[in-house]
Structures are given as C-alpha cells and as structure tokens.
C-alpha cells in the first residue's frame, strides 16, 4: 500500500496549491481527483472558462464604438459560438495541462478516481476502470470544493434549464436567456450572451443584484448593465420553471403577491452553490458534516479528526477561488509547525463584468450595522483622463475609512480594471494604511489607479483635485 504524509482530495485551487506548498515543505505528497482533469471547479468549468468566455464577448461588444475611434469595419462582422467555445475550451485544456506539469516538477503522486475513507489514515481510489486502490494518509485535507445548487421544485434537465456548466457551453446564442440569481456567476454569464445578442432578463429574489457586495456597487452595475439592455427583475421570488417544448417558462411572485411570467428558450439557474461530499464516506473517518452539508473546521482549518483537515468551498466562507488557495497554503504550513494567519476580511471579491465590479473590506451596510463611525470619499471614472482615452466612462472607486484613526475600512469600486486595482486597496488595508497614506502615495499619471488616490482624498478631507 502507498503511504504518503499528506494526501489531498480534490484538485482544485484549493487542493493544487496545498499540494506544491504541501511538496515544498518536504512532505510526500499525493493528490487525489475523480474526474481526469486537473484544477476543479476553477480552471474546468469555472473562473478560467468564464472569463475566456467574457474576454471573447467583450471583443465582439467593442466592435459597436470601433466607429468612434476611427476605425471602419467594411462587410459583416458575425459570431461563430463554436469557435468561441472552442478556443475558451483550448484556453482551460491549456490552463489544465500548466497544473500537470505543476504536479510533475513538484513530485506529487496524482490518483485519478473517487477519494472516500475508509478510516481517518485510509483513503480508497475508486478508478474509472473499476479498479480501486487504498492508499494511506498520515494527514489528510479535503478540498472536495462545491456543485451548482437548484431550488426544489426545478428540475435542471442540463439542455434548457441549465446551469454555469452548460452555459459555458452552449451551441447557440438563447433568443431570450431567463437567469435565476442575480449573483456574480449569473450576472457574468448574462453580460455574455447579452453581448451575443441574447435578450437577458435577470430574477432576483433580494432587492438588488450582487447583494453581497456594498449596494452602491449593485446600483451602478444595475445602471450599466440597463443601458447595455439588461432586463431586472429584483425582488421578485420564482415559483416555478418549467419546461414547454424549446422554451422555458418561469413564473416569479413580487412582495405584492403579483406573478409576472417570462417565456425563454434557456434558463439559467444560478441560485448559488453548494459544498460538495457526495461519495467521500466522511462519517467513516468520523469527520463532521454541518447542516448546511460543509466541512465543520475550527480557525486551523482542521476537521473534528485532528489529522483531517478541510479548506476551500466545502467549508465556510466565501467561495472564491484565492480563499481556497490561501487556505490550502495555511493548511500545509501549519502541518510543518508554521503559524500562518488569513484575515478573512481582506479576501477580495470581483465581478468581471465590464466594467468591472471589485471590493475589499466591510460594506456601508456592514458598518452602520456594526454602528463604526466612518467617512466616505468617492471619486468617478469619468473625471480620470485615462477614462476619458479609452472610453471607459462608467463607474466609481469609493474608500471607506474610521470617522478618528483614518484606517482604510473598506475600498468598493467598478469601473474599468478594478478587478486589478483592487490589490492596491488589499495592500494597504493589510499594513492598516490611513486614506491619508494612499492619498499621499504617487500613482503614475494617465492611469484608472489614479481613481484610487483621489478617492483617498476625498475621504481625507474632501480634497479631491480633479473634481
Ligand atoms: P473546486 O474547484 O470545486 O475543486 C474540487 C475538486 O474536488 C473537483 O475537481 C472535484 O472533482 C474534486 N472532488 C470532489 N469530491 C471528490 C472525491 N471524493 N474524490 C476525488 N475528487 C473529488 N472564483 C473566483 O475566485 N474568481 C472567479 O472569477 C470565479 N468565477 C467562477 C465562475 C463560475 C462559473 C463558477 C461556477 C465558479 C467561479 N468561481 C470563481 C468560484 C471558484 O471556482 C471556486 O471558489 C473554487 O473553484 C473553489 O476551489 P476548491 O478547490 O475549494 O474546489
């Protein structure tokens, strides 16, 4: 029997990274994944493929202002979906092969087959030629990650009532795509096809899209993506979807007790996700499921089996691709005698819709709540020069900092590249900068990072310079 110090099941970001961390700290390594590609949720069906996919989309939305800038497209310009797909598909196998040869360099033994314990130091390789194989495990991390999750009463039939998975795989652009969720993963699928042509209606049963994130955030986007033709419906409680020949009926209560009806041809159901068990036997090795089906840890990520541990979406938090990366490398660091630490609180969260959405930090909401005096200093894209040069109008970049110290509490921005500039307001939230620190930090000129600076000042002292 193959005996190693660590094994890992499930191999996506959460899983990868704990691998190499797990390989570079000397411990011998082996990870374990059921389907043959490498990387998870992520890099197969997930961040990679969908922002392939956003990418390809935006290019043929630029086409509509090529006029603008001078540039004159003679004859037709048409989408191939096939090749789009193709080419994200090519971009994921691609992204997949980079983690083979990560596993590789990193001597890590990669088992392709369902994990499930037998006990707390045995695990059995269930492989696709119906062979298995139990290997043994002086510490174990479960990074099994999460699966689509529905409503009760819709029946997902993967052809028009569909999830994230088959929508990054469409063979033809939906007349009319009716999207269940207006989260991130719904509204960046939407903003795909709605670029394709696709008429795109959003249900949402809380009264704003992305309603995790600061609702300033949510009004803009909402702004934005209404101009693009993006249709809301928030507030709003589905009742039913179903399936009438090629089109999809879902029906939708409002506080009111009115039921509005939108016939498509796709439905997207994008309610969520749920933390991923089915098949591991976790209650043989005695490790604790919650009611809501997620790994139970304690602050050291470690299972109630003390040489089990657990990291990524099927434990809690947010599901987010780097959450589970720097939880994979705290586990492995912490099963070499390290003390690493994650400040959950810094972990960023992004939409990568255009423009893009991006916040770190606590939420206006989250402060009154919590009843901390803050000041708020916003500065618009719209007065950046850099904006203005490519056209990238929309948006805003608002800091959050305490009413007396200055610390930066929150940074919340959409607008063009935010999905990067967000790191700046992570940086300087992680050595508890002031607004004032940021404020007098040079940020070179033309640039969005400019937004940043002169929201900083604005929230300073309200001396913003180019507003
Ligand atoms: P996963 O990536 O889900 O990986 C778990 C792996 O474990 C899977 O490969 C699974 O097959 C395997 N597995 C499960 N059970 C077993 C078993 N018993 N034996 C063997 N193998 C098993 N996050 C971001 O941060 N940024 C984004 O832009 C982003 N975009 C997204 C877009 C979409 C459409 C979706 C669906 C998700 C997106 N996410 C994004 C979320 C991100 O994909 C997840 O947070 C991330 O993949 C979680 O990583 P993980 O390692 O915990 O689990």
């Not at 110090?5 to 499930?10: N, S």
């Not at 590609?37 to 630029?62: F, Q």
């Not at 002086?138 to 998975?165: C, H, M, N, Q, W």
């Not at 600061?214 to 993506?225: G, M, P, Q, R, Y």
């Amino acid at each position: 029997m193959s005996s190693f110090d660590v094994v890992i099941i499930g191999s996506g970001p959460g899983g990868y990274v704990s691998a190499i961390r797990c390989a570079q700290l000397g411990f011998k390594t082996a990870i374990v994944e059921k389907y043959n590609s490498l990387g998870g949720t992520c890099l197969n069906v997930g961040c990679i493929p969908s922002k392939a996919l956003l990418s390809s989309s935006h290019h043929y939305a630029e086409i509509a202002h090529f006029a603008d800038h001078g540039i004159e497209v003679s004859g037709d310009v048409k989408i191939n979906l096939e090749k789009m797909i193709a080419r994200k598909q090519a971009v994921v196998d691609q992204t997949v092969g980079g983690i083979n040869y990560l596993m590789d360099k990193n001597k890590i033994t990669v088992f392709n087959g369902l994990g499930s314990f037998v006990d707390a130091t045995h695990i059995a390789v269930a492989k696709a030629d119906g062979t298995s194989e139990t290997i043994e495990a002086k510490y174990t991390v479960i990074a099994t990650g999460s699966k689509p999750s529905s409503l009760p009463f819709i029946k997902i039939d993967k052809e028009r009532i569909i999830t994230s998975t088959e929508a990054l795989a469409l063979k033809e652009v939906p007349k009319h795509l009716v999207i269940i969720g207006g989260g991130v993963i719904g509204i960046e699928l939407g903003q795909v096809y709605l670029r394709l042509g696709a008429q795109v209606s959003v249900v949402e049963f809380m009264d704003r899209i992305i309603p995790g994130m600061d609702s300033s955030l949510s009004k803009e986007l909402t702004k934005v993506l209404k101009k693009q033709g993006m249709k809301f419906y928030v507030s709003h409680k589905v009742k039913s979807v179903e399936r009438n020949g090629d089109a999809v009926v879902v029906q939708a209560e409002n506080a009111k007790g009115e039921t509005i009806t939108l016939e498509g041809d796709y439905s997207l159901v994008s309610v969520g996700r749920r933390p991923y068990t089915d098949g591991l036997n976790a209650d043989k090795a005695g490790v604790k499921i919650s009611d809501r089906g997620q790994v139970e840890v304690n602050d050291h990520l470690q299972t109630s089996v003390p040489n089990i541990y657990a990291i990524g979406d099927v434990v809690r938090g947010a599901m987010l691709a780097h959450k589970a990366e720097e939880e994979g490398v705290m586990v492995a660091e912490i099963l070499a005698g390290q003390k690493p630490h994650i400040d959950y609180n810094l972990i960023p969260g992004v939409v990568y819709t255009w423009p893009e959405v991006a916040a770190v930090g606590q939420t206006e909401e989250q402060l009154k709540a919590a009843g901390v005096k803050y000041k708020s200093g916003s500065f618009p894209f719209k007065a950046l020069g850099r904006a203005r040069a490519s056209a990238d109008l929309d948006g805003f970049v608002k800091i959050l900092a305490d009413e007396k110290t200055d610390e930066v509490l929150g940074v919340h921005m959409i607008g063009a590249r935010t999905a990067d500039l967000i790191a700046e307001a992570v940086t300087a939230m992680e050595f508890k900068a002031s607004a004032e620190d940021i404020s007098r930090m040079s940020h070179a000129h033309p640039t969005f990072a400019e937004a940043v600076k002169e929201a900083a000042l604005a929230a300073t002292e309200n001396r913003a310079l180019h507003v």
